[in-house]
């Protein structure tokens, strides 16, 4: 009997996913909005995992590893785009003040 | 469930609620460390150690960083000696601690060899998981580091911007 059944697994991947989403549709700062993108790629990634436990296959780990090079380049050009719109002269951080294409 | 699982489940449930519904972003980023941590002890629990172990090193040690490197870039308003002393408050950091503690604390009960009570499962090894990666999905991993090289590009193009602008 593993600590984890597959079932648990799905049901706090979801959880966890549902916290990120809420985090991403309900908080503008763009800061938060990263981190919850960030919480949902976790979740993504320990569905992987557990999957990976559940059959016992490696490409579990594999992919993990691939969504952490995905998380790292998100969150790299995500920090890059809020250090430059700061660098504007934007006042505040806030998402929707974004919405114009203009500089 | 066992209740070491749970244990570590509700502190990456509680980590995640608590990230989103911060005002201030430092205190999301320690409270983001202390999910990650949470879930790396969840991997280790599913068998996946060198899962866990790459969690720990790269979100919770790079990628956190990047984020406080920005944070402290941003610098919205306070003077440096106000805001350092409100980060050193125990308010922002007793929170993030105590899940941290309850992650640490169930570390130190694991590695008793006394406390036979954690059901083993069957690891996926470091060793495993390097021979699937560069055996079956060599293609992902030249693919990977595309998007790496992408993504490097993109931020010091994006950098670079800035600095001419001003």
Redesign the interface.
Known sequence: ?????FN??LL?AT??FS??L??VL??R?M??M???L??ML?AA??VF??A??RW???????M???I??????????G??????L???GRPT?DADTGNLLQG | ??A??LLA?SV??IG??M??T?KV?VH??LY?VA??LG?AA??V????S??AM??II??AG??MV??VF??M??NLGQPDSAREKEWLRPHVWLGPGVLAAIICAELLYCIVPLSDS??S??P?TAH??G???FG??VL?VEL?SF??L???V??FH??R??VE??
Do not use: K
Request: glycine share 8%; charged share 10%.
């Open positions: 009997m593993p600590v984890f059944s648990d697994t706090l959880v966890l916290v990120g809420a985090g309900v908080r700062n800061i938060f990263l981190m919850s960030d919480i976790n990634a320990l995992v557990g990976g436990a016992h296959d490696a490409a579990g780990q594999v993990f590893l691939l952490l090079a995905l998380a790292a380049v998100e969150t790299a050009v920090l890059a785009i809020i250090l430059c700061h660098a504007r951080l | 469930m066992h070491l699982a489940a990456t449930v995640a609620t990230v989103i911060r972003a999301a980023v983001l999910t990650m879930l969840l991997l629990m599913l068998g996946g060198f899962a790459l969690e790269i979100y790079a990628i990047l984020f920005v944070i870039m941003l954690v059901p499962v069957v996926i495993d998981v021979l699937s990666l079956r999905y992902m990977a998007l790496l992408a993504g490097l993109a931020a994006i950098g911007n800035r602008d001003r």
